[in-house]
C-alpha cells in the first residue's frame, strides 16, 4: 500500500502515463488506494470538524505514515482537505450561532499572516524536520486539552479593552444544557499573538493548525469549547486558503491525492457538526487527548527513523 501511494503522488499526476497504467492489476490497486483514502478521509472530517482540529490533523500523519506519501505530497492535500473541512462545518455552526464570526474575523489578521510565512518557508524544510514539529505541536495540544478535561464551560471570565469595543461577547443555545449559555471574552493581545504562530504551524504542516486555535480561544481568550471548535472551523479554511497557493505553485498538490480526500473530509464534516451539537465538552476533549496522544508518538518516531 505505501509503495502504491508513492507510485500516486509522483507516477499518477503524469495524466498521460497513468492513463495507459490504468489496466488489469495496477488499475484495481489504484481503486482500492482511492476508496482506502476516501475512508480515512471520512473519519478525519468528522473528528475535524467535531473539535475544530481540521482533518490535516489526521490525514497528514497518515499518508505519511500508513501509505508512504512523501510529507510535502501529504500536506498538499491536507491543505485541501482543511479547506472542505470548513466548508462542510461553517454553514452549520454560523446558523445555529455556535461560531463567533467577530472573533474569528479578528484573529484572522494574524493567522493568514502566520500561514502566508509558514508556508513560504515550509518546503524549504527537511522531511524529519517536519515530523519532529508536527509531534511536538500533537504532543502539547493533547496536554493542554488534558488539563481541562472535565470542563464544560469556562469560568472567571476577565473581558479585556478590546473585547469590550469590538463586543465580542456573544451566546448560543446549548442543546445538551438545555439552555441559552452567554459568554464573554477576554486575552485579545496574546491570542493574536498566538494565531500568528498557529498560522505559521498550518503554513508549514497544512494541518489548518485547528489545535493551536482552539487551544488559544479554550485557555487564553475563555471561549466556551463548543465556541472555540466551532470558530475554528471557520478559521481554518481562510488560513489554508491564504497557503494553499504557494503549495499548488510549487507542485505539491496532487489533484489523484487530493479529490479522495477532499471528498472523505467533507462528507465526514457533515457527521462531525451534528455530533457536536449533542456531545458534551468533556467527552470531545477525551476523544481527543486519545487520539493526539497516539499521533504525537507515531510522528516523533518518525522524525527519529524508527517509524518508517
Known amino acids: 500500500m505505501g509503495s502504491l501511494a508513492g507510485w500516486i503522488a509522483t507516477e499518477f499526476c503524469q495524466r498521460r502515463g497513468a492513463k495507459d497504467k490504468l489496466d488489469g492489476t495496477m488499475g484495481t490497486e489504484v481503486v482500492l488506494i482511492l476508496l482506502a483514502l476516501f475512508a480515512v478521509a471520512l473519519v478525519a472530517g468528522a473528528f475535524g470538524s467535531l473539535a475544530g482540529l481540521g482533518g490535516g490533523m489526521v490525514i497528514v500523519p497518515v499518508l505519511t505514515i500508513f501509505f508512504g506519501v512523501s510529507i510535502h505530497y501529504a500536506i498538499g492535500a491536507s491543505v485541501v482537505s482543511v479547506i472542505a473541512t470548513s466548508s462542510g462545518a461553517a454553514a452549520t455552526y454560523i446558523k445555529a450561532n455556535l461560531t463567533n ?32 514539529i508536527f509531534g511536538l505541536v500533537l504532543g502539547f495540544s493533547s496536554f493542554a486539552m488534558w488539563q481541562k478535561r472535565n470542563q464544560e464551560l469556562p469560568e472567571n471570565v476577565h473581558p479585556d479593552t478590546w473585547s469590550r469595543q469590538l463586543h465580542l461577547a456573544d451566546k448560543y443555545y446549548d442543546s445538551v444544557l438545555q439552555r441559552e449559555v452567554p459568554y464573554e471574552v477576554q486575552g485579545t ?25 482552539v487551544l488559544a480561544m479554550d485557555l487564553t ?35 489523484y491525492l487530493a479529490a479522495p480526500v477532499a471528498l472523505g473530509v467533507l462528507f465526514g464534516s457533515v457527521i462531525g457538526t451534528h455530533l457536536l451539537m449533542v456531545l458534551k465538552g468533556q467527552v470531545i476533549r477525551w476523544l481527543f487527548i486519545g487520539l493526539l496522544v497516539v499521533l504525537s508518538v507515531q510522528m516523533l518516531l518518525k522524525a527519529v527513523g524508527i517509524f518508517n
Open 221 to 255: 481568550m475563555k471561549l466556551p469549547i463548543k465556541v472555540s471548535s466551532a470558530t475554528s472551523n471557520f478559521m481554518i479554511g481562510v488560513t489554508a486558503v491564504a497557503s494553499a497557493g504557494i503549495y499548488l505553485a510549487r507542485g505539491y498538490i496532487n489533484p
Open 189 to 213: 493581545r496574546p491570542a493574536l499573538g498566538l494565531m500568528y504562530i498557529a498560522g505559521i504551524v498550518s503554513g508549514l504542516l497544512g494541518i489548518g493548525s485547528g489545535a493551536l486555535k
Open 101 to 132: 464570526l467577530k472573533v474569528g474575523l479578528f484573529l484572522e489578521m494574524a493567522t493568514t499572516l502566520g500561514a502566508l510565512t509558514g508556508a513560504f518557508v515550509g518546503s524549504y524544510l527537511a522531511g524529519p524536520f517536519l515530523f519532529l
